[in-house]
């Protein structure tokens, strides 16, 4: 009877398992990324995506007053005047999240249309394009068949539309700490998000007439379409060859992508490479024995390159920041949250732990805002054991970000410090960010981002908008782009050479 009892038991475990494996097949199979939601129920996702904003987002008012943002949120909601795409709803959302300023509050695809994304290969935009200001240059062309537009050329318009025109269509999608152009301008020139965030502005597009500008210096137009990498490609049969590693290979490999040191012995420098600062990638370990190999090496001079690193857990850029810094230093003069609970805590991912997370962490003061007393008041000391006092160069550009621009802000005004590059895509004064939970719209699933909490960095700081200004700025070039030079480093190089020369 037993033995009766643990088959059945097995058995039912069985095809559960097998109804949950088809379920999942069956709902990825009919997920039908054209299906167009009706104006009932975008207005209803849009009415709750503006309620929770104005519950519960510490920062709504910061860069734009509460008239402007209310003029945008009445704007978005007219514009609900037919059925939309979720592709369609999440741009119109996007336009208006923007506005905020606040570079961490941000749209998300619904977790299905995700999913579909992993199961297709849709046709890209073939170019990848760098915007230098007013300039937008190629950096990379997938199609090996195109031998017309080539890296390092010009592009002076697309479809007949100037590209400082497209450039600012663009930008009006991306969200930003403040007023800071150079975080946008970065944003749509990664790898090939250009594709992307052209498709999110002007709506599917096939075929473009690209305006450039070729290496002889001559004006010409060339057409270009979607890329759809064919199965046999040159990669494909490249990747056929190609063993697979190990999971701890692959494991290894990811961990040196997100962080690397290289000692130059000779020359007595250190290249130390953090591209995030998650948890998750042994950071606390390795910043810990670089430090100490550096002083076991005898290192004088360390490049410290931040360039793509876009923030993570503060505790791990605070660890960087203590072998450097001269003083101690707090990380927030302020730092609260104006709603302790929302009522919309259902739509809200980990809504759960909020309540004791701000329970046991915050303080409602007379302001009337939940203060995270600990961090306002806490300074940190710089680690004595194998601190590092030689010169230092921090390499900043577009995406360094949150934490990152935590770190670069605390050490730029030291003697032995030089931030080389271009401004943080992280706000200077501060941002919203430390808990930032999803919202999921209940009808078309779309999500976006809600920072909890309120940091300001340093009280005594303009509040301009701006993020960390480099102490020598260094800024690609067309030529430097089409040759492949890294000139920010080149910089860090000829400054260590010109003080061991003196």
């Known amino acids: 009877m037993a033995k009766q009892k643990k088959n059945i038991y097995t058995f039912s475990v069985f095809v559960a398992a097998m109804l949950m494996i088809i379920g999942c097949a069956s709902s990825r199979k009919k997920f039908n990324p054209d299906k167009k939601y009706s104006p009932q129920q975008l207005r209803s996702d849009y009415s709750l995506f503006r309620k929770i904003l104005e519950e519960s987002h510490p920062g709504l008012y910061w860069y734009t007053s509460k008239d402007s943002m209310n003029r945008y949120f009445d704007s978005g909601y007219a514009r609900i005047t037919d059925s939309m795409t979720e592709p369609q709803f999440r741009a119109l959302l996007s336009y208006v999240i923007a506005k905020i300023n606040c570079g961490h509050t941000t749209t998300k695809n619904s977790k299905a249309f995700n999913r579909y994304l992993d199961t297709v290969r849709l046709p890209l935009f073939p170019l990848g394009v760098k915007f230098l200001k007013d300039t937008a240059v190629i950096t990379a062309n997938i199609n090996g068949r195109d031998s017309i537009l080539r890296p390092g050329m010009v592009i002076n318009s697309i479809n007949n539309m100037p590209i400082t025109t497209v450039r600012d269509s663009l930008m009006q999608y991306v969200s930003a700490d403040g007023y800071n152009s150079t975080h946008k301008r970065q944003s749509i020139s990664n790898g090939f998000a250009f594709g992307a965030y052209y498709k999110t502005a002007f709506g ?40 697979k590693p190990s999971r701890k290979e692959r494991r290894r490999l990811d961990l040196s992508n997100e962080r690397v040191l290289t000692i130059d012995t000779a020359h007595q420098t250190a290249f130390l490479e953090i591209n995030t600062f998650s948890a998750g990638n042994r950071l606390k370990h390795f910043i810990k024995k670089s430090f100490r190999e550096m002083k076991h090496n005898g290192v004088k ?20 920041t203590k072998f450097i810094i001269d003083k101690k230093f707090k990380l927030a003069d302020s730092l609260y949250a104006v709603k302790k609970i929302s009522t919309y805590g259902r739509y809200i991912s980990n809504s759960f732990i909020v309540w004791p997370f701000m329970t046991f962490t915050t303080r409602k003061r007379k302001d009337g805002l939940y203060h995270f007393g600990f961090y306002e008041r806490h300074y940190f000391k710089p680690h004595k054991h194998n601190h590092f006092y030689g010169d230092v160069y921090i390499l900043t550009g577009g995406n360094s970000f949150s934490a990152t621009t935590l770190f670069a802000g605390a050490i730029k005004s030291q003697k032995n410090v030089l931030i080389v590059g271009e401004e943080t895509g992280g706000g200077q004064y501060g941002n919203c960010a430390w808990f930032i939970p999803d919202v999921t719209l209940p009808n078309t699933k779309v999500r976006f981002r809600l920072p909890k909490f309120r940091l300001v960095i340093d009280n005594n700081i303009v509040k301009n908008g701006h993020g960390v200004m480099p102490d020598v700025e260094v800024v690609p070039t067309t030529t430097s782009i089409g040759k492949g030079e890294d000139l920010k480093m080149a910089k860090a190089l000829e400054l260590i050479k010109s003080v061991q020369t003196h």
């Open 204 to 243: 599917q597009t096939s075929n473009f007439s690209i305006g450039f500008t070729d290496n002889a210096n001559n004006a010409r137009v060339s057409s270009v379409k979607l890329y759809k990498a064919g199965r046999d490609s040159t990669f494909k049969r490249q990747m056929a060859f190609t063993p």
């Open 301 to 320: 001079h360390l490049v410290i390159d931040v360039r793509n690193n876009g923030g993570g857990d503060v505790s791990n850029s605070t660890l960087l």
